[in-house]
């Protein structure tokens, strides 16, 4: 409402302002409200505030967009049809602030939503049903994961025990399998979640949904595709047998021409923008210590092309070869190499490397096509030549300056841990999803976890 009368009064003033509407006029006070009206109508329609997006994943901001063209595009042809006048001006104004405002404004309440789910608050109550090892698997998950907006308040299994050890917690069995939708009503659970097939088949989960009608507790279908994002997975009803089609993931084409756009955009233009703090940066790593302010080394790319990657450089020239004398205080798991408190980092170096500003010569590589703005974190060869044959795969597509390892702990995150991310990203990256990170990325930057 507020960036409608925003572009009401940006257009037309204060003052009176009507618009042609066949033999009358209309005044533009009246439009705004049919604007504002049919605007929160389609909200509604796309369901954009449904509890089960609301804080999670992209698609609460696609069907913000979603519903913001389809009412602008609906408001446009009703108001050609009808002979409405709209002037331009108006609509290029109201359309984009108010598409802005509203991502705005969903971001900043999923920042609070996230900070009071973390507090315990908010949570839906759930009862985690199925065989043992896939119960303590997906209560584990939620377990670590109180942003996702769920707390385990009981699990149900075969098992004869007073409760399940999982992540440090112990969650009491409420249940056998046999009396489910009992201990849920029992513990106020708001869903059960079926974390594993049932040995009794199909037979019982539909049976189990027949005990939760006429409540309000909804019933949650764990899949057992772990690692596969939302839009690779298709629901096809045949016959009453509900298939999923996972798509295999694609490596070339026309997403990926436009991922190579956009870093030529971004690069291009953060390299004019950036190019006075870069030239400050490269005199005051001279300064500070002995060599000079780029260092160079040679990283493994797509398909296992090596490239020569550029770094501002944030340790002594004499580095690489007091490596191997360090190799007993590596804190890293897996081929990397990390080290705390790493006695090769110049002062300037450590500044560097706290807001990873040692990575802005990076944008030449992205420039020039050997890296990508959003990808896998470009490996040495001695690490490669380390790699399960699975962990290859991090070698598919380019590698980034930034990534979901990057805003996801950076270096904390274990070995196997990046190696998770990193083949995540690569089978379900999206231009959205990258755009995400990059702006995740900008607030991870201005409170620094995990960099040394």
Known sequence: ?????????????????????????????????????????????????????????VAEYKRVVNASAITFGALAIGFLLLKVDIARGYVVLAFPLGVVALLVARWSWRQWLIRRRIQGAHLSRVVVVGARADVEDVAAQILL????????????????????????????????????????????????????????????????????????IELVLASRLTDVAGPRIHFRPVEGLPLIHVEIPQFEGGKHVMKRALDIAVAGLALVVLAPVMLVIAGIVRIDSPGGALFRQERVGKSGLEFRMLKFRSMRVTAEAELAALAEANEGSGPLFKMRSDPRVTRVGAVLRRYSLDELPQLWNILVGDMSLVGPRPPLRREVQGYESHVHRRLFIKPGLTGMWQVNGRSDLSWDESVRLDLYYVENWSLTGDVMIMWRTFRVLTRPVGAY
């Open 1 to 57: 409402m507020a960036t409608v009368l925003a572009a009401q009064l940006t257009r037309f003033g204060t003052g009176d302002a009507a618009v042609d509407a066949g033999s009358m006029q209309l005044d533009y006070g009246i439009v705004s409200v049919i604007v504002v009206a049919a605007w929160i109508a389609v909200l509604g329609a796309f369901r954009t505030r449904d509890a089960r997006i609301v804080g999670v994943g």
């Open 145 to 216: 994961r109180p942003a996702s907006g769920y707390t385990v308040v009981g699990v149900a299994i075969d098992d004869h025990l007073d409760g399940l050890e999982v992540a440090g917690r112990t969650i009491p069995v409420v249940s056998d399998l046999g009396s489910v939708a009992a201990a849920a009503t029992r513990t106020a659970a708001d869903a059960v979640i079926v974390a594993s097939q049932p040995r009794a088949g199909s037979n019982a989960v539909r049976t189990l949904g027949w005990e939760l009608e006429g409540s309000s």
